[in-house]
């Protein structure tokens, strides 16, 4: 955990600010906690659409969504995100389902 670098002036409330370093760390590595699954499940998703086909991959986009906005109710990213990111999954699926409809 890095040392918070006081300035003179907080120098008053040391304890407080000790503290609020702490706090500050905690929520970091819980905010990283979130982003980390959100982004890795949608990096599967997207391979698997990639190796494997929109049928498969369309698997994944609950999972997805639920990482999306579980993160976003937690405060890691504002809803707007999460709904953006899913919202894209489920265009990709879409598309690449219409190609392969075509394609047959």
């Known amino acids: 955990m890095a040392k918070a670098q006081l300035s003179p002036k907080k120098q008053k409330h040391k304890r ?32 698997v659409l990639k190796k494997e086909g929109p049928e498969a991959a369309s698997k994944y986009l609950p999972l997805c969504q639920k990482l999306a906005y579980r993160a976003a109710a937690k405060g890691a990213i504002h ?16 598309a690449a389902l219409e190609k392969s409809q075509q394609v047959a």
Do not use: D, G
């Not at 600010?17 to 929520?27: C, D, I, Q, S």
């Open 16 to 47: 407080r600010v000790k503290k609020n370093v702490r706090v500050a760390e905690r929520r970091r590595l819980e905010n990283r906690y979130h982003i980390s699954r959100m982004k890795t499940a949608f990096k599967k998703l997207y391979s």
């Open 79 to 94: 809803k707007n995100e999460a709904a953006r990111r899913v919202s894209r999954a489920a265009k990709r699926i879409k």
